[in-house]
């Protein structure tokens, strides 16, 4: 049977070893989902019912023939997917009948040439996936509609060679994103893409990117992409390789995995329009001190590179950044003070993965950065945070630190001044929560993350660190060992809707600290909650989504009220699939859903409780008996 995700509208029938649409499929389907089944022939009665199809997903259904007029009743079409069908024929008018056919899918079909494409009836296509075929020419037929086309992908062809007249036909589209990544282009038409402009342009895996810059003088275009990859072997990328960048306009250029002869100042000569630039995995060990005209980049990526310490970026070069991201560093990477003084309209940073080491963060090290809103510290080495350590940073509205062991003075705050923050991540941190003034200072956090970090002996107490921080609506208690949640653990955080207590070892009176919140996601999967009694079932009712997967879960009638309250709140409840009992052993693995237990006075029960209701009558009746005899005996 095909899978309901949306009553009358979506289906998902994939790998059910289906030949033919299923009649249980209601006609107003609009979303079917039918990959992996076997349809070698489709022709115009196969679909016929489906007339509201909107989507149709085919991938892999050893489709070899699409016949004449397949879809001539699919008006509403505008999405196919033939991913992974080794086509043979696709006849001219097989695509007739959807009005405005908007995304094709002919990926892996064994396609050598565009000429296979029947451009019938394709007027309103926005995107054409072509990605690996055996297609060698871009060259569409004549008369193949390119005016609406946003997305044409080529990538992992045997395309070597792009001539003028390739390009020429795709003219009338504008704002066209063009893919060619893994076809390593050996040459191109000089100017080939003259006079075009393109959204992005995609030559990954080139080796010689001389080529792709004599073929796009005095084009233009908002991304340019000439990464390569880790298993190629590339040319290195010298000043005069670079000098095509002058002879064409682009905003956004990507040249990771790359590496670069003879680095200096003039190196950068004709990158002076680029507003973003990517630099991953360069094998950059420093950028060279003054550089000129780099006024306009606003975003540098410097990642998985070699650098030693922050101030061999040199970046007084680009005084106008506003995103700066090194990641994944190969080197434990130092923060030293000062390096980003001169970056004062930096608003991200993201420093996550490096190993940092700053014996006193952060403040010497972030100083000038008064506009910064995100900043990234995540998996560092012990950073040991002063007081205020980021009064630099006043504007700061996210703050990473997750995986970074944070040892500071007891009783103090780092973030006292840091009232715009909104979004704090402190996972597995290692900190000390008896800290009560942790969090001081935070009026306006919304999102807080504690996963991972221990209370002492499991309890969450009622003095505790969140009392700072009532403006609270997100909070990730998760892998925290807690055992146990005082009942006015909350009190304070009115605006809660969203709370993370999984992985702990809770117990059903946990449940009890959360009486005032209202509209909650709560998740409560993975701890240790056995039964729910009657009196705990209203806080659940008043929550918004529940988790209770994978707890020992009693399915008995000490349970009952629990688990008819679970089957009529079924779609409030989430992860019902790993929601099963664990006792008694009979019902063990099964879902609670699925549980039917009878809980009323079976017959055995009923015929002892008529012989003890007889024999208590017959017992009231002999000494009502004796009382009376004894009575007259004594007047």
Known sequence: MCIEKEANKTYNCENLGLSKIPDTLPNKTEILEFSFNFLPTIQNTTFSRLINLTLLDLTRCQINWIHEDTFQSHRQLNTLVFTGNPLIFIAETAFNGPVSLKHLFLIQTGITSLEFIPGHNLKDLESLYLGSNHISSIQLPKGFPTESLKVLDFQNNAIHYLSKEDVRRLKPATNLSLNFNGNDIKDIEPAAFISTVFQSVNFGGTTDLSVIFKG??????????????????????????????????????????????????????????????????????????????????????????????????????????????????????????????????????????????????????????????????????????????????????????????????????????????????????????????????????????????????????????????????VLVLSSCGLHSIDQSAFHSLGKMRHMDLSHNNLKKESIEALGHLKGLYLNLASNNIHTIPSRLIPILSQQRIINLSHNPLECSCSNIYFLTWYKENLQKLEGSEETVCATPASLRGVKLSAVKLYCGITAMGIFFLVMFLLLLTILLFFAVKFLLRWKYQHI
């Open 216 to 473: 796009l003088q005095k084009s233009a275009m908002q991304s340019l992409w000439l990464g390569s990859f880790e298993d190629t072997s590339e040319l290195e990328l010298s000043s005069a390789t670079l000098q095509g960048l002058c002879e064409m306009s682009v905003e956004s250029i990507n040249l990771q995995h790359h590496r670069f002869s003879n680095l200096t100042s003039t190196t950068f000569k004709c990158f002076k329009q680029i507003r973003e630039l990517d630099l991953t995995a360069t094998h950059l060990t420093s950028l060279p001190s003054g550089i000129e005209g780099m006024e306009s980049l606003k975003k540098l990526v410097l990642n998985v590179n070699r650098f030693e310490h922050l101030c061999q970026i040199n970046a007084a070069n680009f005084p106008s950044l506003t995103h700066l991201y090194i990641k994944g560093n190969m080197r434990r990477l130092q923060l030293r003070a000062g390096c980003l003084e001169k970056l004062g309209n930096l608003q991200q940073l993201d420093l996550s993965h490096n190993d940092l080491e700053a014996p006193d963060c952060c403040s010497a090290a972030l100083k000038g950065l008064s506009h910064l809103q995100s900043l990234n510290l995540s998996y560092s080495e012990p950073l040991s945070l002063q007081s205020q350590a980021f009064h630099n940073c006043p504007r700061l509205e996210l703050l990473d630190l997750a995986f970074t062991r944070l040892p500071m003075q007891a009783q103090q705050s780092p973030f006292q001044n840091l009232n715009r923050l909104q979004v704090l991540n402190l996972s597995h941190c290692f900190l000390d929560t008896s800290n009560r003034y942790l969090l001081m200072g935070l009026h306006n956090l919304r999102h807080l993350n504690l996963q991972g970090n221990q209370f002492h002996d499991g309890t969450f107490p009622r003095s505790n660190l969140l009392q700072m921080v009532d403006s609270l609506e």
